[in-house]
């Protein structure tokens, strides 16, 4: 079945960019989107179609994915985004849909 | 408001069955595909099973296939997770979503509920 490689954690102090991998076989051909998920709630989507913003989603956050890397990028982190962030594609072959394990942002 | 809410979960006995619920308001609820998805706690999320928009296309997780059962009501607004020969590692708080775009399967999870807990535990 299709893997996604997540860091388990990323550290930035705030107003710098943070910047979060996801790996995966090919991953460039696959539209991947990102969920942040705060402590006891629910996850949130911020980036989907690897680079587009739903509504009310802030400028800050952004998405490449190229070849085998997809990347969140958080420019002018705040205190309050500091959540873990999960990468999702569908993985067609296998009719199943996939979660990287998950990245820890802190905020120093 | 656009929402969804989770309900039926609770502490269950290795063995045993539960049906998880999944109430939506605030959109045209037969228009859109819904997923069920787990986070065992400390844990990351785990997909678990998705209905289509017609309830023609169910597909399930490795882990729970032959044991859960999705369905839906389009009625009552309705999506069930029925869930049956439980098990420990089945323990987790269980998500219900919506995807993105209308009459699609395969887009991101737009709107989640609040979950809710499913302990297995002798």
């Known amino acids: 079945s299709y893997v996604l490689t997540q860091p388990p954690s990323v550290s930035v102090a705030p107003g710098q960019t943070a910047s979060i991998s996801c790996g995966g076989n090919n991953i460039g051909r696959k539209s991947v989107h990102w969920y942040q998920q705060r402590p006891g709630q629910a996850p949130v989507l911020v980036v989907c179609?690897?680079?587009d913003r739903p509504s009310g989603i802030p400028e800050r956050f952004s998405g490449s994915n190229f070849k085998n890397t997809a990347t969140l990028i958080i420019s002018r982190v705040e205190v309050g985004d500091e959540a873990d962030y999960y990468c999702?594609?569908?993985?067609?072959?296998?009719?199943?849909?996939?979660f990287g394990g998950g990245t820890k942002l802190t905020v120093l | 408001q656009v929402q969804l809410a989770e309900s039926g979960g609770g502490v269950v006995q290795p063995g045993r069955s539960l049906r998880l619920s999944c109430a939506a308001s605030?959109?045209?609820?037969?228009?859109?595909?819904f997923h069920w998805l787990r986070q065992a706690p400390g844990r990351g999320l785990e997909w678990v099973a998705v209905i289509s928009y017609d309830g023609t296309e169910l597909h399930y997780a490795d882990s729970v296939k032959g044991r859960f059962t999705f369905s839906r009501d389009n009625s009552k607004k309705t999506l069930y997770l029925q869930m049956n020969n439980l098990g420990i590692a089945d323990t987790a708080v269980y998500y219900c979503a919506r995807v993105r775009i209308d009459e699609s399967t395969y887009d991101a999870f737009d709107v989640w509920g609040q979950g809710t807990m499913v302990t297995v535990s002798s």
């Open positions: 605030g959109f045209t609820f037969s228009a859109y595909a």
């Open positions: 999702q594609v569908w993985d067609g072959p296998s009719a199943h849909w996939v």
């Open positions: 179609d690897d680079t």
